[in-house]
């Protein structure tokens, strides 16, 4: 199954288990999370639904934005989740690079996800960052997702794929 199919477009046979849990992370030292636990950046909306029903059904409380713009908004309202998920083409404005810089310069510590469709070299990143080039197995994204909030020592991941 590739990154643009849907849950329910999945076949009998993927060997996809997504376990229903607890809240997928737990306050870090007296700092409360955001509404989210993941926040989706992608500017193709098929893309975007297909990806946050995923990790959703992964069982994480997932924000979605269509680009960079609008990300930021939602971090200044709201807070900066666990992890970013975001891709590198985001149209028009900041790429997912650029997204990943401004959101550090306010939470220093967030993890980011930065996937691709683009044939480039692969970005250099911070070390506890992913890269992901589309199109990959949904498991593939999930278990990047559980890795870089494991890292972070974030608890309560019941449902991380293992």
């Not at 007296?30 to 297909?50: H, I, M, N, P, T």
């Not at 997204?99 to 469709?117: C, Q």
């Amino acid at each position: 199954m590739a990154y643009s199919l849907c849950r329910a477009e999945a076949d009998a046979d993927d060997a996809l288990v997504w376990k229903a849990g607890g809240p997928p992370f737990a306050p870090l030292q007296g700092q409360a999370w955001a509404k989210v636990d993941v926040l989706l950046v992608e500017d193709d909306a098929l893309v975007r639904e297909c990806l946050a029903e995923v990790l959703g059904d992964a069982g994480w409380r997932v924000g979605k934005a269509a680009g960079a713009a609008e990300a930021l908004d939602r971090i200044a309202a709201d807070g900066m989740p666990g992890v970013l998920v975001t891709d590198l083409a985001l149209g028009r404005g900041m790429d997912g690079l650029a997204l990943i810089d401004a959101a550090r310069l306010r939470w220093p510590g967030v993890r980011a996800v930065l996937i691709s469709g683009t044939d480039m070299a692969e970005p250099v990143l911070d070390p506890g960052d992913r890269f992901l080039r589309k199109p990959f197995h949904v498991d593939t994204l999930t278990r990047a997702v559980s890795e870089l909030a494991a890292g972070q020592g974030v608890a309560g991941l019941e449902h991380a794929i293992s």
